[in-house]
């Protein structure tokens, strides 16, 4: 897993405003879980931990997002893959290029170039010693 990372919650149109920062991290796991089920296992553990889908970009308690598959593109009515808008998600991919530097987003390129276009405003490493998962 990555270290974690404090981020502000996304502005824009619709984004609820006064939400508290989010942490966020990237973890890479091995499964032979479909993409689907998978999807469904990740919702399953948001319930656990009381995650309530009410308003849309509004505050949660946890958020556990399928950002990649391999490397295979989905592109379905529940799930897609490449996840939307990881290009653009600084508290993203700095995470993930702690796990994975060299890795290659299906259509999108390489993580590195991503990066080179996404700086890290805004973005707060943690450190590891006041953090645990």
């Given at each position: 897993?990555?270290?974690?990372?404090r981020s502000a919650p996304?502005?824009?149109?619709?984004?609820?405003?006064?939400?508290?920062?989010?942490?966020?991290?990237?973890?890479?796991?091995?499964?032979?879980?479909?993409?689907?089920?998978?999807?469904?296992?990740?919702?399953?553990?948001?319930?656990?931990?009381?995650?309530?889908?009410?308003?849309?970009?509004?505050?949660?308690?946890?958020?556990?997002?399928?950002?990649?598959?391999?490397?295979?593109?989905?592109?379905?009515?529940?799930?897609?893959?490449?996840?939307?808008?990881?290009?653009?998600?600084?508290?993203?991919?700095?995470?993930?290029?702690?796990?994975?530097?060299?890795?290659?987003?299906?259509?999108?390129?390489?993580?590195?170039?991503?990066?080179?276009?996404?700086?890290?405003?805004?973005?707060?490493?943690?450190?590891?010693?006041?953090?645990?998962?």
């Open positions: 897993r990555s270290s974690l990372y996304l502005a824009g149109p619709g984004v609820p405003v006064n939400q508290p920062a989010y942490i966020n991290a990237v973890a890479r796991l091995e499964t032979e879980v479909a993409a689907e089920a998978l999807l469904d296992a990740l919702q399953a553990i948001e319930a656990r931990h009381g995650r309530v889908r009410g308003e849309h970009w509004g505050p949660r308690t946890l958020d556990l997002d399928l950002l990649l598959y391999g490397d295979q593109r989905i592109d379905t009515a529940r799930l897609q893959v490449p996840h939307p808008g990881l290009a653009a998600r600084n508290f993203v991919l700095r995470p993930l290029a702690e796990i994975a530097p060299h890795l290659e987003i299906p259509g999108l390129g390489p993580l590195r170039d991503l990066l080179a276009r996404c700086p890290p405003a805004g973005l707060e490493r943690l450190p590891d010693d006041k953090c645990t998962l």
